[in-house]
């Protein structure tokens, strides 16, 4: 069976560009990925970000789905102690009504935002304690085993929608492992406790009724282009791109700024976060993958397609199945 692949979308508004043009570029992002034969595409919660307009997952999810017809759509994921359980069940519910058998539920802990933030989504600081307990009551609800008397997610109720824990650290894998549902790592972004953490999860894994063994899911950056050349610019743009984003202050960088600001030191502290990035034409891509797939024993890749524009990123879509010879599942 050829390696599954899926697509990680922050529907990033590009410079210049609006929340509109960012939910369109979804659009055909996902459009683009259901005809090169992508599993699924997973989008991410956060929340006072300028460049990312994946806030409201499930709404965005509801509008992809009616442009596409079969590739699978995901929550990549919904950082759960922003919300009650019954409010996501419910919502991922009707998501699983209108497009039955094409959802997926990715769930995490982290706030996905700043302290400031934290307080406007009336988030409790202690609620992340509770992700387990929260985690097994969104599951009854989906299955309709209500762990509260009296309440049911409506729709949701019995509709079973696919659980999947993602995580950065180990406290994601033992909890996967511990409930028997599919782990996803985030080591697009954070590759410290990669191996680690996939060890730990395959090691402590309990079959469940979900899931019968391990799943392991591994997050990779992505840029391919026609040229060598192109996708080194669009790595030295993406770069750019997240040494402001982490470092500027709200600040707006010419090139060279943002070069010098790299050379300064961000630089470092970015290509930490990207320790894990295939750029290249398409045969040096699906080198670079195929050794990443044998580095972690992965079940599924999600790509992060990192080019700096939506031509770019489409285009990065369209060549890494290529190469990797069709990828469906």
Known sequence: MTLPLS?????????????????????????????????????????????????ATSV?????????????LGAGGVMLPNHSPLTIAEQF?????????????GLGRAPGSDQNTTYALRRDPAA????????????AYLAGESRVP????????????????????LFGAHLAAALGL?????????PQALEAALATYRREFKPSLQLDAPYAIAAVNVIAADTEAAAGEQLQARRRGLATALFGRGRTFSE????????AGAGSHVDSMMTYTGAGTPSQVREYLEAFRAHTGADELIIAHGSPTTTDRLRS?????????????
């Not at 369109?24 to 699924?40: D, N, P, T």
């Not at 009296?150 to 650290?169: K, M, Q, T, W």
């Not at 599919?182 to 954070?190: C, G, L, V």
Request: proline share 4%; no cysteine; charged share 15%.
């Open 150 to 169: 009296g309440v049911e997610a409506v729709p949701g109720r019995g509709s079973n929608v696919p659980l999947y824990i993602l995580g950065s650290s």
């Open 93 to 105: 519910g009707t998501l699983e009504a209108m497009y039955p058998g094409r959802i997926d539920l």
């Open 128 to 139: 992340s304690e509770a992700f387990p307990q929260d985690v097994l009551e969104l599951q």
């Open 317 to 329: 879509v369209a060549l890494t199945a290529e190469a990797m010879d069709s990828v469906a599942a």
């Open 182 to 190: 599919p782990y996803a790592f985030a080591s697009h972004f954070a």
């Open 7 to 55: 697509v990680l979308d922050l529907a990033p508004i590009d410079a210049g560009q609006s929340a509109s043009d960012s939910i369109a570029a979804s659009v055909a992002l996902a459009q683009a990925a259901e005809a090169h034969g992508y599993s699924r595409v997973w989008y991410a919660e956060h929340h006072n970000m300028a460049s990312i307009a994946s806030s």
């Open 60 to 72: 965005l999810i509801a509008h992809v789905g009616a442009h596409t017809s079969t590739i699978r």
């Open 256 to 263: 060279e700024e943002a070069d010098a600001f790299l050379a």
